[in-house]
């Protein structure tokens, strides 16, 4: 049993259109014990993700959140106690702990991390954005040397570790990001060769300039108009790796999809696949041991944008939809 | 040299809309001669296939068809004289011929045909459709025992030779046409395992209840709305394969795509895939064979719906727009 509070945030109501402070509420309750099969956690970083905001809607790869109920996310924690097999306190997990200071989690359902420095690594490049970017691209958009790339958000946790990638590999890669910052950054630091700032214009043109010899791979985590722009621009036998949709996340879903869905994936013989990290949990262990590789080499750059306190999370969140952080976000309780 | 007239059916202006007998007219030339590396050929049967509406909008994976010139189709032929290595005489061959009695074609851009009968299976389960539905099934779609399969234009060319390939192969077949009668040909004669009927209501509901465990592989004949339903009703891991999309052909192409794109891709972790049958000619031998034991055997029906007269071309293909063939729509010269 441990004394004090746990400092919980609440999901008071599911927005129907664009999230905001108003649908969360802090509050504060025992700290829980962990049951049979289960551990005592002390979170140390929340994990920022849009898929938090798709959650909302309904059922995905995961039951919905629900209203009044701790809102759910991704946390590296420590153990504090444990009554599961094989894990002892001091060991460091990942599992969805929720936005709140302690949770008790069922020990089947966490993952025992390896201790790294830093400690937030866990949530970027060797977490579930890390690897989201490595399958996503090597296992679902499989590009050859010299072929062109296009990532969209990819100033984000995802797209940034994306066309990172996409470099070592030999290809052509093109940015989609919001923002001459974000679009500067990523040619001048991340090595990306040209960026596309969607807030600077349509993206079917500047696309075209940026990406001369056409799409190869489009790795895409936005969906919608950029979607389109990028089917219309892809070459014979390209391939699309569909990891999300940010722009149908925060407000009403879009009432239809891209246009040349089917026309186009026929007469240029696309493949669409999506895919879900979980999927690839067998090849975690060599994923890492590459991301591992690249980032001691320094080829491989991290960017984390780490916000301090729980309160803070929803405004993070809300932020994040927004497009305002670059690299992983999260939050550090 | 020789004499005589050589019908034309030309197409005198692109449809903006539907397409209709005003779009094209009867005319005559003089039998053309085969230059150096060329064939004469006789027509003997034209295909008549919905993507010779989508010619009409613009290059597709050919070039596009031309206002004022023979209507450009697939057809069977025989060789009256040739300039080329590898034909002579008698020969029957499979080529662009257009809509003509007589075409002289590049003999590199002809494929010779097996002596088969009747001769009109070249065009049908050993031609095009036959193979477009194998492939497009089998390495596309990739069902597995007890998976459940669903194909739209159920009662077409292809679409009847998918569901029984599918059959073959241990799936739950059900097939989606236009038509109470169609829909009962489906089921009584060819073996699907229900059938739905797209003028009689609804698709979404029809399918719920005519793949209660949702949908595995759906060959896709149509897109638009049935691509739609289809997508909201796919299996985890499920795959789309991709053949074309007659709803969009005859008239202005849909301004959006179906929803679910990429929302439920992701989710569900879906592959659509587009394929175009030429892009499987290496395994073409492998592919006949398995055809022609399924015939040969009886457990593969083959269904055609032969027109005859040059002249009643344009209507043919108006009519297959519409959906008034069972199978494999020809004419016969």
Not at 166 to 194: R, Y
Not at 215 to 244: H, K, P
Request: charged fraction near 20%.
């Amino acid at each position: 049993m441990t004394d004090g509070t746990n400092r919980q945030i609440l999901l008071v109501e599911k927005p129907t259109g664009k999230l905001g402070p108003e649908h969360f509420k802090v509050s504060e309750a025992a700290i829980p014990e962990a049951g049979d099969g289960e551990v005592l956690l002390r979170v140390r970083y929340i994990s920022l993700d849009a898929a938090n905001r798709a959650w909302m809607h309904g059922a995905t790869y995961r039951s919905a959140v629900e209203a009044n109920s701790v809102m759910a996310g991704g946390g590296i924690a420590e153990v504090i106690s444990s009554n599961a097999l094989g894990f002892t306190p001091g060991d460091i997990v990942f599992g969805d702990t929720g936005w709140q200071d302690y949770a008790v989690v069922r020990g089947k359902h966490l993952t025992k991390m390896p201790k790294v420095e830093p400690m937030t690594y866990l949530l970027s490049v060797y977490g579930i954005a890390g690897l989201t970017a490595y399958f996503g691209l090597l296992n679902v958009g499989r590009p050859k040397e010299g072929e062109t790339v296009v990532v969209s958000a990819a100033a984000g946790s995802v797209g940034s570790i994306v066309g990172q990638i996409a470099k070592l590999k030999g290809c052509h890669v093109v940015g989609i990001a919001g923002g001459a910052d974000k679009c500067q950054w990523l040619t001048s630091e991340l090595g990306f060769d040209a960026a596309v700032d969607y807030k600077a214009g349509p993206v079917f043109k500047q696309l075209k300039a940026a990406a001369p010899k056409g799409i190869d791979v489009y790795f895409d985590n936005v969906g919608g108009d950029i979607l389109e722009a990028c089917i219309a621009q892809m070459n014979l036998f390209g391939r699309i790796s569909c990891c999300g949709a940010i722009s149908q996340y925060d407000g009403t879903p879009s009432a239809h999809g891209p246009r040349g869905v089917p026309g186009t994936i026929v007469v240029k013989r696309l493949t669409m696949q999506g895919f879900i990290v979980m999927d690839y949990d067998e090849q975690r262990s060599q994923a890492l041991a590459d991301l591992q590789s690249w980032v001691g080499s320094g080829k491989l750059k991290v960017q984390e944008d780490i916000i301090s306190g729980l309160e803070n999370t929803p405004q993070a969140l809300i932020g994040l939809l927004a497009g305002e952080n670059r690299g992983k976000r999260m939050v550090k309780l």
